[in-house]
């Protein structure tokens, strides 16, 4: 299957993934992974735009369990998939080439439909990180941060059009542009916020957003109203609990803290959401390790959107 043609064909292991994302019936399931047919994915992509959440969508930042990729890569994937996560979002390939990540996937039956990427990384070398996301079968390329400076709205002005020079490049290869927020985006500047000229200025054909709930709750905002502010540009969450002590806030597996997630998944449509990874920045420190933490977190989600 050619890694780079202009109309990306996807394997059977593929298509099923983007079907199971649409909550497709798993009758239906078993008749396509019955019938070893390919497709391509134009169809399932679009139609999993915004089509809402379900238990087979649940996909992780691999920066959780970063600690465990150091110490064996190929078998912390393949503990993750068994785990349940089907869609991997990277932070890092550890020495691994694009090919190796691809073909770790597709043994594991698994996909990855996005991996963070720095700034520095992108002025460095766009095409090669485009063309490695290409390889491994991304559809977006996804800022982590971005250093915005002390320049006031002229720095996040000055992202924006970086934003959107990347983004178009990214939309010349069949892929997207976003940006992944922490806390520091929505305080107040200038009569607004940086957050608030992120989303206005960014070309939404060239950028999308991924919406880190955490650093959003964090910094005292409200999701749903952001996902009626700004509908439909939050193409990617990232889902993480807190835990709040006094007044001391800090993270936690989902679903044993404090954020109120089905109201948030209640919303999807509204948000544009297609792909959401769990994350757990201090994994680690939680009892039973990085591991237990994607467990717990898996579960948890798991039981939420089958009931729902």
């Known amino acids: 299957m050619p890694e780079h043609a202009a109309t990306r064909q996807v394997s059977r292991r593929t298509f099923l993934f983007e079907l199971a994302a649409m909550g497709v019936g798993t009758s239906v399931l078993a008749s396509c992974a019955g019938s070893g047919s390919t497709a391509g994915v134009s169809t399932a992509a679009r139609a999993s735009t915004g089509a809402g959440a379900n238990a087979n969508m649940i996909g992780i930042q691999m920066y959780t369990v970063r600690d465990q990729l150091q110490a064996d890569f190929e078998g912390t994937v393949t503990k993750i998939a068994q785990i349940g996560y089907r869609n991997l979002e990277f932070a890092g390939y550890y020495n691994r080439t694009p090919e190796q990540v691809r073909a770790l996937l597709d043994k594991v039956g698994a996909v990855s439909r996005s991996s963070h990427i720095g700034a520095p990384l992108l002025r460095q070398d766009a095409a090669g990180q485009i063309k490695a996301a290409k390889t491994i079968g991304q559809e977006y390329i996804t800022l982590p941060s971005y250093n915005f400076g002390n320049e006031g709205l002229a720095g996040w002005r000055k992202g924006v059009a970086e934003f959107n020079q ?27 916020s940086g957050y608030d000229v992120l989303v206005k200025e ?6 999308d957003f991924e919406l880190d709930l955490y650093w959003a709750k964090f910094a005292d905002q409200d999701p749903l109203a952001l996902f009626a502010k700004y509908p439909g540009r939050f193409a990617m969450w990232h889902v993480k609990d807190m835990a709040v ?13 404090t954020i109120d997630f089905k109201s948030i998944f209640a919303q999807a449509r509204q948000s544009g959401m297609k792909y959401f990874f769990v994350e757990h920045d201090t994994a680690a420190q939680y009892p039973g390790g990085s591991l237990a933490s ?11 959107l089958t009931a729902a």
């Open 202 to 207: 960014t070309d939404p054909k060239l950028g």
């Open 166 to 192: 990347w983004g178009a490049m990214c939309r010349d290869a069949g892929l997207k542009l976003a940006y992944h927020n922490h806390n520091r985006e929505f305080a107040p500047l200038e009569g607004t």
């Open 245 to 257: 002590t006094g007044t001391q806030k800090g993270m936690t597996p989902v679903g044993k803290g």
């Open 294 to 304: 994607a467990q717990a977190s898996y579960e948890y989600l798991h039981q939420l």
